[in-house]
């Protein structure tokens, strides 16, 4: 039995060069942030006026860290697909991705209809975060 792709061998080439080259780009990016996280790590105590503004730069560099790491994940994973024939293929129901879609978004290994339910999953698992800071603002109050 053949493997069955969606796409011409043309338009797959194209999905991995394109996904290489952003691959490559991201690894890059990984890198850098991760020397610049690195730096701050080892820059020891400042003063404390800085502290809080040094902090959140540090914040935002962690967060733009693991987001380089989760995208470039993502790639890779898709690069594989195309590896495995099944590139454009939803994971969760097996439908076709669409080529719309694949176009904006090379990496995605969901349909609009998953990726939906994955996203709203997502949101209700993150739901108990503003309790902490409730709990705060009542001492406040007292
Ligand atoms: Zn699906």
Redesign the pocket.
Known sequence: MESYSPFDKHLLAQFKTGLRNQQRELQRVVEEVGKQVRGFAESGPLDVVDTSCDHFAKESLVARSSQSRNQLRLVELALERIQNSNFGT?V????SIGLKRLQAIPWTS??I??QERVEHSELEGSASLPQPIAGLMMSFRG
């Open positions: 939803c969760a129901c097996g439908d969901h349909c209809q998953c």
